[in-house]
T-cell receptor, first 113, second 113 residues
Framework: DQQVKQNSPSLSVQEGRISILNCDYT??????FLWYKKYPAEGPTFLIS?????DKNEDGRFTVFLNKSAKHLSLHIVPSQPGDSAVYFC????????????FGGGTRLMVKP | NAGVMQNPRHLVRRRGQEARLRCSPM?????VYWYRQLPEEGLKFMVY????????ESGMPKERFSAEFPKEGPSILRIQQVVRGDSAAYFC???????????FGPGTRLLVL
């Protein structure tokens, strides 16, 4: 029972172009969403988050969009850089379930020079 | 400004042995979380602890696994009588309080022979 799904296991983008990573969820109780980036042999690094009361949050080259009616969020990276090549995880939590994060399976982004 | 520390980074055990994984949270953080990542999968929540208290252990296997976060010293995830299926990366995260962003350590990669 995967409550958070990242349906694209991998994505390849040219340097300078936009990368769009997608995430779908099924639990309507989720009220906070996060994106983490992970390099091999390292722990996940926090990138950006969004509360369910918003539909967009921006931080530099990273923007997260939330569509609650579709239970869908996306991470946009503009412009993409080779150093962005990593696995990206979307995660979600519910207020009444403490701070437990439910993660998607990850999308491997490859940015080609 | 040290981040979350985990040791050992790699641990090899034979079936039936015990594995002890340690996690020191970021300075000022009193909440610790453990997650497990099986190969080619996302991270799965195991347990959430505060100093001397287990807050949520809904993701912990019922047998052989235990966790503690004593008043002094690191949090410990203990796996007794390890089996090959326990081979995974174990990540610890910390936050300053509940419902705050979690910051992850580099992980411990456990291999059971």
């Amino acid at each position: 029972d995967q409550q958070v799904k990242q349906n694209s296991p991998s994505l390849s983008v040219q340097e300078g172009r936009i990368s769009i990573l997608n995430c779908d969820y099924t639990n309507s109780m989720f009220d906070y969403f996060l994106w983490y980036k992970k390099y091999p042999a390292e722990g996940p690094t926090f990138l950006i988050s969004i509360s369910s009361i918003k539909d967009k949050n921006e931080d530099g080259r990273f923007t997260v969009f939330l569509n609650k009616s579709a239970k869908h969020l996306s991470l946009h990276i503009v412009p993409s850089q080779p150093g962005d090549s990593a696995v990206y995880f979307c995660a979600a939590r519910t207020h009444n379930a403490g701070n437990m994060l439910t993660f998607g399976g990850g999308t491997r982004l490859m940015v080609k020079p | 400004n040290a981040g979350v520390m985990q040791n050992p980074r790699h641990l090899v055990r034979r079936r039936g042995q015990e594995a002890r994984l340690r996690c020191s949270p970021m300075k000022g953080h009193s909440h610790v979380y453990w997650y497990r990542q099986l190969p080619e999968e996302g991270l799965k929540f195991m347990v959430y602890l505060q100093k001397e208290n287990i807050i949520d252990e809904s993701g912990m296997p019922k047998e052989r696994f235990s966790a503690e976060f004593p008043k002094e010293g690191p949090s410990i995830l203990r796996i007794q009588q390890v089996v090959r299926g326990d081979s995974a990366a174990y990540f610890c995260a910390s936050s300053p309080a509940g419902l705050e962003t979690q910051y992850f350590g580099p992980g411990t990669r456990l291999l059971v022979l």
